[in-house]
């Protein structure tokens, strides 16, 4: 870098200098993200205090909630980036991400976005996208519920539609029946390492999955504590469309709080999904399991950084996309 600025500057032309800086400029505004944390703060001083204040009130009347509202970020930006294509609705001309099969009859949340939404247009109307109210409300439920937080990366805009086919293809969104070497596989498309996959499926320390979900690790795997598998299969039955929708919190000790006891069950072989056990199956990931089930700060941090790292997917900026009037529709 450095005898390349004194080549410049000794250059006698003028012009070559002038090229030679903005292929610097282009080189920098390539490998630094577009968002910035401070993107509103002329434009909506209010965003923060709103949005927190309806993420405490929607999970005071329902804790799981915040799981949900997470789990609603982490599917946007895994669908074409995080640019708030899932929240848009279905109608009888257009089919969205919604009903793909990892989404549909499983998220939920949308209402409450929608609340947040209309409270932050009558703050600052115009200005915010869904997209980015997604990703204040994740971190929001995350502190709710008392794990670690961190500043949220802003300027997204919103996608003008979304595709139904994007959502359900293979490997897109991961599926809880997934080997290690999938999520791992699956994660790394996206940029995300194994490390940045481990520290954020500690979101399974909240909320919960339906038996159709855990179906196959209860009835039909090995890794499972046999009385955590018995407890499991007395409220969801070993045939298939039996007790589908019957709920189990993915952490069997704390299913409110946002903490480390995932890892702890995963290390006891009380993971609820398959894919869960997989992260703790005497392979590459074990270790970090490990360090996470004795070090609660070191999962708190790795996870800040994996969902800042998580939010920065594909984001739509500049004059792509717009903002949204409503989240579920396009303007
Ligand atoms: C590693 C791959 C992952 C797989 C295979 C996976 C799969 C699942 C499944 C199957 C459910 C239950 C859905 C149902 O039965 O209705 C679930 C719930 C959940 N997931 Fe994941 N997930 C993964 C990673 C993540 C990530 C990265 C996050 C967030 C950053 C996340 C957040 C959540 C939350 C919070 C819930 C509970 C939602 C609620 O109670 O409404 N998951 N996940
Ligand atoms: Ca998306």
């Given at each position: 870098?450095?005898?390349?600025?004194?080549?410049?500057?000794?250059?006698?032309?003028?012009?070559?200098?002038?090229?030679?800086?903005?292929?610097?400029?282009?080189?920098?505004?390539?490998?630094?993200?577009?968002l910035s944390t401070n993107f509103y703060s002329k434009t909506c001083p209010k965003l923060f205090n709103t949005?927190?204040?309806?993420?405490?009130?929607?999970?005071?009347?329902?804790?799981?909630?915040?799981?949900?509202?997470?789990?609603?970020?982490?599917?946007?930006?895994?669908?074409?980036?995080?640019?708030?294509?899932?929240?848009?609705?279905?109608?009888?001309?257009?089919?969205?991400?919604?009903?793909?099969?990892?989404?549909?009859?499983?998220?939920?949340?949308?209402?409450?976005?929608?609340?947040?939404?209309?409270?932050v247009?009558?703050v600052c109307p115009g200005v915010v996208s869904?997209?980015d109210?997604?990703?204040?409300?994740?971190?929001?439920?995350?502190?709710?519920?008392?794990?670690?937080?961190?500043d949220v990366k802003l300027g997204?805009?919103?996608?003008?539609?979304?595709?139904?086919?994007?959502?359900?293809?293979?490997?897109?969104?991961?599926?809880?029946?997934?080997?290690?070497?999938?999520?791992?596989?699956?994660?790394?498309?996206?940029?995300?390492?194994?490390?940045?996959?481990?520290?954020?499926?500690?979101?399974?320390?909240?909320?919960?999955?339906?038996?159709?979900?855990?179906?196959?690790?209860?009835?039909?795997?090995?890794?499972?504590?046999?009385?955590?598998?018995?407890?499991?299969?007395?409220?969801?039955?070993?045939?298939?469309?039996?007790?589908?929708?019957?709920?189990?919190?993915?952490?069997?000790?704390?299913?409110?709080?946002?903490?480390?006891?995932?890892?702890?069950?995963?290390?006891?072989?009380?993971?609820?999904?398959?894919?869960?056990?997989?992260?703790?199956?005497?392979?590459?990931?074990?270790?970090?399991?490990?360090?996470?089930?004795?070090?609660?700060?070191?999962?708190?941090?790795?996870?800040?950084?994996?969902?800042?790292?998580?939010?920065?997917?594909?984001?739509?900026?500049?004059?792509?996309?717009?903002i949204?009037?409503?989240?579920?529709?396009?303007?």
């Open positions: 870098m450095a005898s390349l600025f004194s080549s410049s500057s000794s250059s006698s032309s003028s012009s070559s200098n002038v090229i030679f800086m903005f292929v610097i400029l282009v080189f920098f505004m390539g490998t630094s993200s577009a949005i927190q204040s309806e993420v405490e009130s929607a999970v005071s009347k329902e804790e799981r909630m915040g799981a949900s509202l997470l789990r609603l970020f982490f599917h946007d930006c895994f669908v074409n980036g995080c640019d708030g294509s899932v929240l848009l609705e279905d109608t009888s001309s257009f089919k969205g991400e919604q009903t793909a099969g990892p989404n549909v009859n499983s998220l939920r949340g949308f209402g409450v976005i929608e609340k947040i939404k209309s409270k247009e009558d869904c997209a109210i997604l990703a204040i409300a994740s971190r929001d439920s995350v502190v709710t519920l008392g794990g670690p937080s961190w997204r805009r919103d996608s003008k539609t979304a595709s139904l086919s994007d959502a359900n293809r293979t490997g897109t969104l991961p599926s809880p029946f997934s080997s290690l070497s999938t999520l791992v596989s699956r994660f790394g498309a996206l940029g995300l390492s194994a490390k940045d996959m481990v520290a954020l499926s500690g979101s399974h320390t909240i909320g919960k999955a339906r038996c159709f979900s855990f179906r196959p690790r209860i009835y039909n795997t090995s890794l499972i504590d046999s009385s955590f598998a018995k407890t499991r299969q007395a409220n969801c039955p070993g045939t298939r469309g039996n007790g589908d929708k019957n709920l189990a919190p993915l952490d069997l000790q704390s299913p409110t709080a946002f903490d480390n006891n995932y890892y702890k069950n995963l290390i006891n072989q009380k993971g609820l999904l398959f894919s869960d056990q997989q992260l703790y199956s005497g392979g590459s990931t074990d270790s970090q399991i490990e360090k996470y089930s004795k070090k609660p700060e070191t999962f708190f941090s790795d996870f800040a950084a994996a969902m800042i790292k998580m939010g920065d997917i594909s984001p739509l900026t500049g004059s792509n996309g717009e949204r009037k409503k989240c579920g529709k396009p303007n």
